[in-house]
């Protein structure tokens, strides 16, 4: 399974991680015992909502925050109206019936596991750990901070840049001059590395010593460039609580499948193969002689 479905395994983490968070009682401050509706008689509680959203965690994200309470509540109370009436007519006692409980009673054990034994084993900690060894010898990408200042021709262009040798202030002429949109922010577009800017404006801004500008216009698609390199440097590394979530879910995963190969080893599995009818094999075989 772990071979076969590694993208369903991660998804089934990250669902994990989503249902446990919800239904703990920073969610729900009441007693789980506390009744929040009754259908012919039989309570529904608090605890029955957590695991209500346990259940809806993926619907939940369509509804805002404020109204899951009272979603949930709906929810299990048409859920009881139909129990009952499954009840009156017998359902209960039928064999798919029991063989769907008996599952459902597996899946329950299994999620009860994973959250005592698994999910809420990862401390701290084992985040600020995963952080250091992924992240302590970091070097990031080389990238500038640069500003520009963008015009329609070259002649405006070749002029601001003798404005600029003259001792005129960059970002002033950008707000004052610029056709672009960061042009009212002084030209400023922030870091950026290798790959996010057109070719012609990236080879000139990476060729530029930090504080030194263009000393002829850069053309693209977009019109004529003057282009500042403020600063040079080496991307950092992002700051934990950044990564946290992640790194969270990649210890639970490792986790997930360490304990899987663990109980593997110590059960008796023993996968059944479904056997062929013997019409099956008959029509196979005349499938191979009609190719």
Same mark, same amino acid.
């Given at each position: 399974?772990?071979?076969?479905?590694?993208?369903?395994?991660?998804?089934?983490?990250?669902?994990?991680?989503?249902?446990?968070?919800?239904?703990?009682?920073?969610?729900?401050?009441?007693?789980?015992?506390?009744?929040?509706?009754?259908?012919?008689?039989?309570?529904?509680?608090?605890?029955?909502?957590?695991?209500?959203?346990?259940?809806?965690?993926?619907?939940?994200?369509?509804?805002?925050?404020?109204?899951?309470?009272?979603?949930?509540?709906?929810?299990?109370?048409?859920?009881?109206?139909?129990?009952?009436?499954?009840?009156?007519?017998?359902?209960?006692?039928?064999?798919?019936?029991?063989?769907?409980?008996?599952?459902?009673?597996?899946?329950?054990?299994?999620?009860?596991?994973?959250? /005592?034994?698994?999910?809420?084993?990862? $401390?701290? *900690?084992?985040?600020?750990?995963?952080?250091? +060894?992924?992240? @302590? &010898?970091?070097?990031?990408?080389?990238?500038?901070?640069?500003?520009?200042?963008?015009?329609?021709?070259?002649?405006?262009?070749?002029?601001?840049?003798?404005?600029?040798?003259?001792?005129?202030?960059?970002?002033?002429?950008?707000?004052?001059?610029?056709?672009?949109?960061?042009?009212?922010?002084?030209?400023?577009?922030?870091?950026?590395?290798?790959?996010?800017?057109?070719?012609?404006?990236?080879?000139?801004?990476?060729?530029?010593?930090?504080?030194?500008?263009?000393?002829?216009?850069?053309?693209?698609?977009?019109?004529?460039?003057?282009?500042?390199?403020?600063?040079?440097?080496?991307?950092?590394?992002?700051?934990?609580?950044?990564?946290?979530?992640?790194?969270?879910?990649?210890?639970?995963?490792?986790?997930?499948?360490? /304990?899987?190969?663990?109980?593997?080893? $110590?059960? *008796?599995?023993?996968?059944?193969?479904?056997? +062929?009818?013997? @019409? &099956?094999?008959?029509?196979?075989?005349?499938?191979?002689?009609?190719?």
């Amino acid at each position: 399974m772990l071979r076969k479905f590694p993208t369903v395994l991660k998804c089934s983490v990250a669902a994990f991680t989503l249902v446990i968070g919800f239904g703990t009682a920073s969610v729900y401050a009441q007693d789980v015992d506390d009744v929040v509706a009754t259908v012919d008689q039989v309570e529904i509680t608090e605890g029955d909502l957590a695991y209500a959203a346990q259940d809806y965690a993926n619907q939940l994200q369509q509804v805002p925050p404020n109204e899951w309470r009272g979603v949930l509540t709906d929810v299990l109370v048409e859920m009881n109206l139909l129990a009952n009436a499954a009840k009156e007519q017998g359902l209960q006692d039928e064999p798919d019936f029991k063989r769907l409980m008996e599952f459902e009673r597996t899946r329950a054990l299994r999620n009860a596991y994973f959250q /005592k034994f698994i999910q809420n084993t990862i $401390s701290e *900690d084992d985040i600020q750990a995963a952080y250091d +060894e992924q992240f @302590g &010898d970091f070097k990031g990408e080389q990238e500038i901070s640069a500003r520009h200042i963008l015009v329609e021709t070259e002649d405006e262009a070749k002029q601001i840049i003798a404005d600029l040798e003259g001792g005129a202030d960059f970002a002033e002429l950008a707000k004052e001059k610029s056709t672009g949109p960061s042009g009212k922010n002084g030209g400023q577009l922030g870091f950026f590395g290798k790959g996010q800017m057109v070719p012609e404006f990236e080879e000139a801004a990476f060729a530029l010593e930090p504080g030194s500008f263009t000393k002829e216009p850069v053309k693209t698609q977009f019109g004529y460039h003057i282009i500042l390199n403020e600063e040079a440097r080496e991307r950092p590394a992002p700051a934990l609580e950044e990564v946290a979530d992640q790194l969270r879910q990649n210890l639970v995963l490792e986790k997930f499948r360490a /304990k899987l190969e663990e109980l593997r080893a $110590s059960a *008796d599995v023993a996968i059944v193969e479904p056997v +062929e009818a013997e @019409g &099956d094999d008959a029509a196979a075989q005349d499938g191979e002689k009609a190719e």
